[in-house]
């Protein structure tokens, strides 16, 4: 069982399972999987401020592969 951060579950987990099939279909490479890791530590870092620039930091990944 994967838990996600914050839980209050009793288990201990050592992270979050992510797929990655999408990605690397969409064509992300190593570095591309790098910034992906550093979005979702900074969402989970500041998850209680404005995250408007992760947004940004997003789209723009991902306008570098667009899926069609």
Same mark, same amino acid.
């Given at each position: 069982?994967t ?6 579950l009793f288990r201990?987990?050592?992270g /979050?399972? *992510? @797929?990655t =099939? =999408?990605v690397t279909?969409? @064509? ?7 910034e992906? =890791?550093?979005? *979702?530590?900074?969402? /989970?870092?500041? %998850?209680d401020?404005d995250?408007?620039?992760? %947004?940004n ?5 991902c306008?570098?592969h667009?899926?069609?």
């Amino acid at each position: 069982s994967t838990l996600f951060p914050y839980t209050t579950l009793f288990r201990s987990t050592s992270g /979050i399972r *992510i @797929g990655t =099939a =999408a990605v690397t279909t969409r @064509g992300f490479d190593e570095e591309d999987m790098k910034e992906v =890791a550093a979005l *979702i530590n900074d969402a /989970i870092e500041n %998850k209680d401020e404005d995250l408007s620039s992760l %947004k940004n930091r997003v789209k723009a990944l991902c306008s570098k592969h667009p899926l069609y």
